[in-house]
């Protein structure tokens, strides 16, 4: 099971360092600002091996929402040794019934289900749907920016890996984005042709108002 992982992570890294290597590392300082070049170096003097190890994907995600999707990120901002290297990871845990919603990323994602049993999927920009069942072990590929998405339809918790080209990839989920915000309820209904009563009730269990 490691080595499938390895291997998306040995794809990443070579694609990250196409250009020329200026310094060995930058791990993030987090005391700074986040910019469009990423988090300014931590001094290299006190760095320590501990600053290159990340434990926090031995943790579940937390489940206990509507989607029952817990995610778990390791991307600069909870990794910092990633700053800079144009890589990442997440882990996904998705309940029974439960489901990653539909959302996007502003480059692709890798990846390997390591429990239970979902259907992954995602969608071009020529409404052509593409999508399969899964095993454990088996692989799929998310291509940037395109909106995708993974339903459990096991009788287990099922739990994935992703692997991303980006160590700050971004998440925009479709449902948050229309419906936990300010915009008016008519223009949403405008846009999408859903009934208003239906907008109403997402925005209430978004969080949206408006």
Same mark, same amino acid.
């Given at each position: ?5 390895? /291997?998306?992570?040995?794809?990443? /890294?070579? *694609? *990250? ?51 029952? !999707? ?13 700053? &800079? ?12 019934? &439960? ?9 692709? +994602?890798?990846?390997?289900? /390591? +429990?239970?049993?979902?259907?992954? &999927?995602?969608?071009?920009?020529? *409404? ?6 899964? +095993? ?10 395109? +909106? ?26 479709? *449902?948050?984005?229309? !419906? ?25 269990? !978004?969080?949206?108002?408006?």
């Amino acid at each position: 099971m490691v080595f499938p992982i390895l /291997i998306s992570f040995a794809l990443l /890294i070579s *694609s *990250s360092y196409a250009n020329t290597i200026q310094f060995d590392y930058c791990v993030a300082d987090l005391t700074l600002p986040y910019g469009p070049t990423g988090y300014a170096c931590k001094d290299p003097a006190k760095l320590t091996t501990d600053d290159f190890t990340y434990s926090g994907l031995r943790v579940p995600g937390n489940t206990s929402n509507a989607f029952k !999707f817990g995610p778990n990120p390791a991307f600069a901002a909870q990794f910092p040794a990633l700053n &800079g290297l144009g890589l990442s990871i997440a882990r996904a845990d998705i309940g029974v019934g &439960g489901a990653v919603p539909i959302h996007t990323h502003r480059v692709a +994602e890798l990846a390997i289900l /390591i +429990e239970g049993t979902i259907v992954a &999927g995602f969608i071009d920009t020529n *409404s052509r749907a593409f999508y399969k069942k899964m +095993e454990v072990g088996d692989m799929f590929i998310f291509p940037p920016t395109l +909106e995708h998405f993974q339903v459990n339809v096991g009788n287990t918790t099922a739990v994935a890996y992703a692997a991303f080209a980006s160590e700050n990839p971004g998440f925009q989920g479709v *449902s948050s984005a229309l !419906f936990k915000n300010d915009l008016p309820t008519d223009i949403i209904q405008k846009i999408t042709l859903l009934d208003t009563a239906q907008i109403k009730k997402l925005k209430a269990g !978004f969080g949206g108002t408006n």
